[in-house]
């Protein structure tokens, strides 16, 4: 089971807002910055942000990122098709010492 | 432009070995951990393991560990992973990461994968 917990799935329209969830615990989103990933089927992950609210290099400001206690926050605006994708949230556990990562979220844009 | 290039993947049996190896360009290498990551079918992303700048922190998973070895060599700017006693649920695509630091930190920039199948 994953470290990190996120839905398993996410839809919204075309335009819409969305948002993706990641509950963790103290010895790890609670203590440790937290990165996004957007990852394609036969493709390489991308990181899509950094220490909790940075985008990463060409990375639009469609998408964002917060952090609160032991929960944080993916957002993406002005949804596209080209979206359509798997998005992983992932940090560093001090106890554990290891790097976890959720399960992952599926967004369909419908 | 960072690359991340694997290579080493293919069908063993239940209890035999793989060695993975990744080649690495467009960064200075001996400044960053790497790391490998998996996905198994139809599953998430997994951490294997990690290994500091200058190999003096390691890290494995604990499905892994004792079985699993990484390794690094700074001067051909190369990143391996020694998988012994392979078992059918190590089936994955095998990601070499690297490092937002030289330490064993988290993940920016993936590879494109290697297939690992074990099967008899």
Redesign the interface.
Known sequence: Q?VLTQPPSVSAAPGQKVTFSCSGSSSNIGSN?V?W?Q?LPG?????LI?ENNQR?SGIPDRFSGSKSGTSATLGITGLQTGDEA?Y?C???DSSL????????TKLTVL | EVQLVESGGGLAQPGRSLRLSCAASGFTFDDYALHWVRQAPGKGLEWVSGISWNSAKIDYADSVKGRFTISRDNAKNSLYLQMNSLRAEDTALYYCAKDFSGDVWGVDYWGKGTLVTVSS
């Open positions: 994953p910055s990165s990933y990852h493709t390489a992950p991308k990181l950094s990463h798997d992983y992932g940090t560093w010492s290891a790097v976890v990562f959720g399960g992952g």
